[in-house]
């Protein structure tokens, strides 16, 4: 079956440390790669998303890049913020042909603190 | 653009009693999402609809949860009896046209169920 494993958190990092949250994918098919990400209080905002080999995404000073050789999606940030803590979740959807085709299967999700 | 609306969005029942949750889609957007989303876990698809027909519901507990989403626009899920294992956060979400590669996922702020 499909599934994304994240890193175990939380992660806890002073400001403008540098971040790597990782996660890896099992798929049968193509898939499309998300991030994710929770603020305290409010819904699920997409912040990146990469739907070829290779691709990156990349949004709000985060970067992800797509590497099928190793099904891995890994999310980083040069310097983070305060504003940057939130639960972060990797997801991914099934390409054409897949029988979960426009599903998200969603990872464990990451709490990140970040502290000044 | 108007994004996701959810309601209510807190609500605490005793086990056995019922509970329902709305969900209003953005504007046009064909295909509605159900997620259950468990503290420290990532959001589970209950059940997906394309219009008002129903594509996936593998893991909607049917002897309890039930879905409808009549005139394919908003959507209410209804949970009877509930259990405590229900107490979750409950989202809705839609995105535009037929499910396709990397197709976005917009999320509302969700349902917050406590079942005491």
């Known amino acids: 079956g499909n599934s994304v494993t994240q890193m175990e958190g939380p992660v806890t990092l002073s400001e403008e440390a540098f971040l790597t949250i990782n996660c890896t994918y099992t798929a049968t098919g193509y898939p499309s790669l998300f991030w994710y990400v929770q603020y305290p209080g409010e819904g699920l905002q997409l912040l990146l998303k990469?739907?070829?080999?290779?691709d990156k995404g990349s949004n709000k000073g985060f970067e992800a890049t797509y590497r099928k050789e190793t099904t891995s999606f890994h999310l980083e940030k040069g310097s983070v913020q305060v504003s940057d803590s939130a639960v972060y979740f990797c997801?991914?959807?099934?390409?054409?042909?897949?029988?979960?085709?426009?599903?998200?299967?969603f990872g464990q999700g990451t709490i990140l603190t970040v502290h000044p | 653009e108007a994004g996701v609306a959810q309601s209510p969005r807190y609500k605490i029942i005793e086990k056995r009693q019922s509970v329902a949750f709305w969900c209003n889609p953005i504007?046009?957007?064909?295909?509605l999402y159900w997620y259950q989303q468990i503290l420290g876990q990532g959001p589970k698809l209950l059940i997906q609809f394309q219009n008002n027909g129903v594509v996936d519901d593998s893991q909607l507990p049917k002897d309890r949860f039930s879905a409808e989403r009549l005139k394919g626009v908003d959507s209410t899920l209804k949970i009877q009896p509930a259990k405590l294992e229900d107490s979750a956060v409950y989202l809705c979400?839609?995105?535009?046209?037929?499910?396709?590669?990397?197709?976005?996922?917009?999320f509302g702020e969700g349902s917050w169920l406590t079942v005491v």
């Open positions: 979400a839609s995105s535009p046209g037929q499910p396709s590669s990397g197709n976005t996922i917009y």
């Open positions: 504007s046009g957007h064909a295909t």
């Open positions: 997801a991914l959807t099934l390409n054409a042909g897949g029988t979960s085709y426009g599903k998200l299967t």
């Open positions: 990469a739907t070829k080999a290779d």
